[in-house]
Every structure is written in structure tokens, then in C-alpha cells.
């Protein structure tokens, strides 16, 4: 009998678990069942819709420069590691994933929620769109609550008898009551960022952050976000700000002596933000230089699930075992639905594409030992 396996989500997880079982079992049973009506939604957005797929300092770069490789894409390195597929287009990405499930008769079922999953003799029943489909093997890979995925794997997961850590968005634009960002709104700056939260360092990025009519976008402001919704769950009425070092490369007595040889920091920063600076400072130099250095803005929260890029939180690693559920053995778990914080830059997507193998490995090696008994 072929062994019939089910994952849940036709994202990056479940796309690269179900590519590796089909490569991994001869005759393999495997569907993948998606709720939107197209797969691999958030692939096509991810990077802007260019697919940031890895980057060089990944952990498994390696693993997923040749998982592409095998399909034919062919990928490029750009800024500070970041890897794309050399089209600079997600549908690229997407387009090679999918020919391969095609030709590994992998079965892809859009419109199909799926709402439960639950133990049965020999495997598992797994609930969609109302109606139980048997499996031996299942595979949730069904993302958090970003870019509207619904957040019901962690439900699933709770039933299950699983702990779910606090889940919030991460990697998300902050929102600010200061004015100024919206005096320069569409203004990008290459700086170093640092939280502060009720007077103390909370998370520090370093990278692009631009100015908008809400507050601040860019890699750098998204990946202090993270820290900005633990510290409002912890506390609502949290002291949050994000100190800019508008100059990282040059120090502060450096700005200093800048500023009182060509009086003003228009030539660095641009006359719209070196007059905001001089605006606030009152002219004086050396509280020119320092602001400059340490240029605060308030945050007051961020732009929630519906612009993040990613979930944080959910099931500990601690209850998964090469990703497969400790509390329900033969489910595997992969993606977004894991606790695995990462930064912004490739970083989460090589974690997503690495589980999805990884669980599909361990699948493998369960099948062929079954077959031997």
C-alpha cells in the first residue's frame, strides 16, 4: 500500500516537504492542501516580490542554494548576503517548485482549509473544508496570522496537547506619534537603530530605515518590531523609541567638526532632515552632532499582521523532535508555526524551506522502515 501523506499549507514549507517526498518515496500518496485559491501566495510577496530565498549567512544556505539548483533556478547575491533567484521575480521561485511537484505527481487541492487534525489508528484524519481525509502521515506547514493566513495550525497544534509560546507579528513597520517622520515621509536613511523601552535597550538592527506618513519602514526599523510587540503585550502602556544614528560612520566629534566648518549637516543628511535637527537643537553644534547620533522618535506600536511579514512565536522546538511532534508522533511541523526567531534578510525563508525537507527526510526514513517490518 502507498504511504499517504498530507501537509497543510502550500507555502514554503509545504512546497519543499512535499518536492522532497516525492523525491524521497517511490509512489508516495502525497497531497497538499491550500486554502487560498492559489499555492504559494507568500512566496510570490516575499522580498517585495523579488523572493529574498536565503542569504549567504544562513544556516542551511547550503541546503537551499542546492535544493534550487536541483530545479534549475539559478539565484544572484545581493546586499549584506541577501539571495535571490536571478530573475529577481518570486514567480520564478514558485514556478520551479511547482513544475516539480507536477512532475512528482504531487497533488496540490486549493480551497481547502484545513481545521483539524486528529490521531487514528495507524495515522491521522485530517479535517477539511468539513469533510476527513485518512493519512499516514501529516504535515502542518499552514503559517501564522500574517498576509491573512488564519492562524489555525496553532489551534490544531493545541489540541494536540501542544503549548503555543505568545504569538505577535514580527518583522512589521512601526508606527510613531512624532512628527517628524511624516515631515520627510518617503525619505530613506542607511543607519544604526536601537529600541528603547521605558528607558532601557531593548533590540538593536542596523540597515535601511525609511521615513513614512505612520512612522518607519525599512529592514532596520522591522527588525526592532519584534521587541516593540513583546514590550506592549508585557506592558500597554510601555515608553517605546526608536534613537537613530543618522551618521554610523563618523563619530560624534566627527559631526562636531562638520558642522562648524560648512555650519550645517545639509550636506550629509539633506536639507530636509539637517533642518528638522537644527530646528530641534536651536543651532547649538554640539547638540546638533548629538542628536545626530542619537536622534529619538516615539513608537507607539506597529502596523499589525496585516503588513508583517512574519508570525513570531508558537510550538517550542523543545516539544519537536526533527520536527516531528513529540505529542503526536507521525505529525511534522514546519515554518512559521515553529518558535524559531530569526531576522529579516533570507533568514526565516531558508528555516522554512529547511523544515519542510527536514520533515519530509524524517518521513522518509519512518516509511522505509515500516515497509521493512
Known sequence: MNTKIIIAGAGAGGLACAVTLGRKIRNADITVLERRDEPGRKILAAGNGRCNLTNTAAEYYDETRDFFASMGLKLRELDNGCVYPYSLK???????????????????????????????????????????LLCDFAVLASGGYCLNDSGAGFGILKSLGHSINPVFPALVQLTSSSRHPRAVSGMRVRCKAQLIVNGKAAANSAGEVQFTDYGISGIAAMELSAAVSEAFMKDKNARCAAQLDLIPDMSEDEV?????????????????????????????????????????????????????????????????????SKKARGLFVCGELIDRRLPCGGFNLDFAWHSGAAAANAIAEKTKKREAL
Open 90 to 132: 518570486s514567480e520564478t521561485a514558485l514556478a520551479v517548485l511547482l513544475d516539480e511537484c507536477e512532475r512528482l505527481g504531487v497533488k496540490i487541492r486549493t480551497g481547502e482549509e484545513v481545521t483539524a487534525i486528529e490521531r487514528r489508528a495507524g495515522g491521522f484524519a485530517v479535517t477539511a473544508n468539513g469533510r476527513e
Open 256 to 324: 562636531l567638526r562638520h558642522i562648524r566648518r560648512f555650519g550645517s549637516l545639509k550636506g550629509i543628511l539633506g536639507s530636509r532632515l539637517s533642518a528638522i535637527i537644527e530646528k530641534q537643537t536651536g543651532g547649538i553644534a554640539e547638540k546638533e552632532a548629538h542628536t545626530a547620533k542619537h536622534w529619538r522618535l516615539i513608537i507607539t506600536g506597529t502596523r499589525g499582521y496585516e503588513s508583517a511579514q512574519l508570525t513570531y512565536g508558537g510550538v517550542p522546538e523543545s516539544e519537536l523532535e526533527r520536527f516531528e
